[in-house]
Every structure is written in C-alpha cells, then in structure tokens.
C-alpha cells in the first residue's frame, strides 16, 4: 500500500480524499494557491507545498508545478480528486513517467472517453444504447439539416470534448440551425480550444440517470447502482438522489450489468460513471466519466463502500474486496450542491464567511472546507459544501433534509441552500415527478 499521496485538488474534494488516506494509515500532501494558504485541505493534510499564484491555469493546471511538488514530497501517488487535472490524459501519463502512481484509470481509456465521438463508438460496440445522432463530428451546415430532416427537429449540437455543457445548443428548425452551429463551434473553440461538434436527437423531456462503476485490475468489475441528477440548471447538478424514483428494482439490475459488463469488456480500471438519459423506460448512453464525481457521497450512503479507499486499493493493485452479490443497497440518499451563489440570479458570492454552523445528527453529513473566518476566494469554482442526507426510505430522507437545510447557517455570503428548500417543498419534487428540465421551469430559465 502507498505510504504518502499528493492530493492534486483543493477544496471539499482534497478533504474528501484527504480523509480517506488517513483511515487507511497514508500520509498526505496537499498543494495550493497562494489564494488557498488558509484553506482547509491544506491545515488538515499532513504536508502541503504552494505551487503557484491564484489563477488555476498557473496553479492546479501547472502540471510541472505538481509533479515538483510530489518529487519534493516523495510521493508514492497522486489523486487527481474531480475537474482540474483529473480527465487529463497527459497528466497521467506523465505522473506515470515520473515514477507515481496515478489513482485513476490508463491514460489510453481517459483518452478515449474524453473525445464524446469515440465514447460514444465505443458504448455502441460493448453494446450500450446511443441517442440517434450523427455517427462523428459534423463539418458543416448542410450535415446539421440533412441530420435535422432524418432525426427530426428538435435537435442538440454538442462539443466533441464537451464538458460542464458547454458549446451545447438546442435547434427546434431548420432555419435557426445555422446560428446554433456556429454558436455551438464557438463556444466549443472557446472553452476547450476544439470547434468540432456533433449532432444528437434532443430528448423532450428524460431524466438523467448514471451508473457507478468500479473496476479492479485482476478482472472484477462491479455496479454501486444509479444517480438521478435531472435536477440541473444549465446543463449543470443541482442536486442529486438515489435510488431514483424512476427505477424500479428490476430495471436498476438490467442497466447495471449492462454498463459493469461493457466496463468489464474494455478492461477498465478505477471509479468510472456511465451517463444515460433515460425515458419511456429507454436508456441512451451519453458520456463516460474517468473519474470519482461531485455526487459519489450518495452512492457511499446507501452501499456503505467509500469509494475514494476503494480507488486507492485499485491503484495499488490490491483485489476488489467484494461481488456484485456483496453490494446491498439500504434506503434512500439525497446531496445538495451548496453554492456560493446568489439562490436567484446565480451570480457567485465569494468572500468572508463570518459565521459557520453545519447541520448534525443522524443520517447527516456535510463534506465542505467551511469555517467561520474562512474567507472564500473568487477565482475558483463556487461549490462551497455538499449536504448528504441519507434515511430509511424517500420519505424520511426528505423530512432529515428539510430539517437539515433548516439548521445549516453559512453567514456572510449568499449560498444556494434556499434554491435547495424551495426546490424540495415543491409537490412534484416530492412526487419524484421531474425531468432534466424540471427545475430550469422553476427558476424561470424555460417556460
Ligand atoms: P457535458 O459533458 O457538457 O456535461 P453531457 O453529454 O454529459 O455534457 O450532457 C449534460 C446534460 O445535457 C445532460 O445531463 C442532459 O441534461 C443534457 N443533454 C445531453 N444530451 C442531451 C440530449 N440528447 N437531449 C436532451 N438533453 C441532453
């Protein structure tokens, strides 16, 4: 097992990884900004070493920042955590060159799995079910209506490296194709230096549903079950549940195999996600996700694996512990993205917090960087805390969240937390009875 781990992330997700190194005996090493000196991930890792000024391309991008950081350390390993570094190929290939141990999967499968195109090849071959759409990426105008005619409008341009859903646009005609083709390739050029896009059938009204995969390198390949994240503004996670209150038990099981055994065939390693929209009890394979997510708490809470240990094991070669006929799922588990964000314009509101209470008690738990004093700097993304709060079923799930949310006092700065309690004292929300357009229609985003 590695004795010291560089943990290449800030915020609640270097905590996050930071925890699970330290139940299981393994020093850590945090890096920073020099806006993140005071930040929690760095007071509690056992080490930590500034790697460069605030912004993140000079400092949790800086590549040959990190790997001097993990040389200077002496490392055995480096965590990527979520965004960042962590679907970087390069990077992991060149932890890898240096002598580490990237805790993740082969640089050949983030690489495959980051082009959407390939992806996508690639779900058709182990036999996971697509979205109609164009076989690769579309060159022109022409392409686009010609697909348009054959699929039927309402369609979806999407980056080819697309991520966070950008370079993303809706085209409802013909006629308005042509502006959302080159808005789409702008956007697309813009965010991740690559124009190219490809065309997908829009779906009216699905849920998002993704499936949890773990995978060890001596053949074993499991499902922790599904995430419904439909709760989404702009493409993004707003908050997130499972079991999903679409899913009936035997559906749960057939999508599951299907996506531990496409996992199994191509020989991947790690924590991975398959994305799916899912509606008219049909799933459509959308992307794959090389990495731990945001929303893995919930996953933790109603199977009981920590899932960061179980990357750490994967790397260091060690056998997954358990079968699929191990993995029980018990109850119900919600997480809430709390954002330091004005709750009705979404504009961001970093600054000083000068008051810090986190809800407590049963079922609860708060995986944040938070503290009274801590002043949040503007440069990063504005996920501050998640709120995990699991219970015996979906009932007494939301009742504790209520409760919860209730106690939760983040002061100084605007937060999320009363989009979250306006969205869960909604009536179809409480139904279970939403799509991934639900909430962008209470926001006021989409009539
Ligand atoms: P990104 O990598 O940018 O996050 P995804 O492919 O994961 O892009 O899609 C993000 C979200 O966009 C999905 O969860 C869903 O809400 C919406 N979306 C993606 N593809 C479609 C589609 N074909 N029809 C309708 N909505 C879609």
Known sequence: MFEKILIANRGEIALRV????????????????TADSDAMHVRLADES????????RESY?????????????GVDAIHPGYGFLSENARFAELVEEHGFTFIGPTPQHIRMMGDKIVAKQTAEKLGLPLVPGSPGPVESLDEVKALGE???YPVLVKAVAGGGGRGMKVIDSADAAEEAFTLARQEATAAFGNGSVYVEKYLGRPRHIEIQILADTHGNCVHLGE??????????KVLEETPSPALNRETRERIGD???????KMGYRGAGTLEFLYQDGEFYFIEMNTRLQVEHPITEAITGIDLVREQIRIAAGAPLGFTQADVKF??????CRVNAENPETFVPCPGLVTDYHPPGGLGVRVDSGLYTGYRMPPYYDSLVAKLIVSGGNRNECLMRLRRALGEYVIG???TTIPLHQRIIAQQEFVDGEYNIHWLERLVGLKK
């Open 150 to 152: 054959k699929i039927g």
């Open 330 to 335: 018990s109850g119900h588990a919600i997480e």
């Open 49 to 56: 070493v500034c790697i460069g000024p605030p912004p993140a």
């Open 258 to 264: 299907l996506a531990a055994t496409a996992i199994g």
């Open 227 to 236: 995430r419904d994240c439909s709760l989404q503004r702009r493409h993004q």
């Open 61 to 73: 991008l800086n590549i040959p920042a990190i790997l001097s950081a993990a040389t200077i350390a």
């Open 412 to 414: 100084g700065i605007e």
């Open 18 to 33: 930071h925890r699970a190194c330290k139940e299981m005996g393994i020093e850590t090493v945090a890096i920073h900004s």
